[in-house]
């Protein structure tokens, strides 16, 4: 039941995600952080199995510090895709796959914001807009209609809540808390959302 959402505007990324944990017909948690921060600069965000969303993402976080510490450098936003989809392209070669969906943002001094869009198969794109999850199922059309490449925070962080009020208006399962990053030449910025401020 899991949906995360993802924008780039001029100078950054705005990504969300719901912090429902729900299996079947109950709801185990209700703020349940669906992201790890690769580094000061990059966000994975993340959906599917539960123990495979665990697992590979702490194995992507762990592997792109060990990167930066090896080489003293931190790893770019392509960079990270470009490994996570790697590492998700072996894995589906082997008995031991992991189902999950990922969007990786972030932002880099030479390439400025970016957001990539990776499914359980490795595929990977590039993306200015994204969806993984029941989500996308509502929420591409609201983005595809007012998306625009020179969107403020403001009119992006307002379009992530268009795609929640979406969501709460057509889709049958509550997602009443959002987390919201916004990553930029700053870093990375949270904010969480209650429902009922949408």
Sequence with gaps: MESLFGVVGKDFVVVASDMSSIRSIVVLKSHE???RDLNSHNVLLYTGEPGDCVQFSEYIQRNVQLYSIKNDV???TAGCASFTRRALADSLRS???YQTNLLIAGW???DGPRLYWIDYLSSGLSVPFACQGY???FCYSTMDRYYHSDMTKDEAVALIKKCIAELKTRFVANLPNWQIKIIDKDGITVNV???SAV
């Design 193 to 195: 959302v209650e429902g």
């Design 33 to 35: 952080d669906r992201t």
């Design 108 to 110: 880099d001094p030479k």
């Design 74 to 76: 931190p790893l770019n």
């Design 95 to 97: 008995r031991g796959a």
């Design 135 to 137: 989500g996308g199922y």
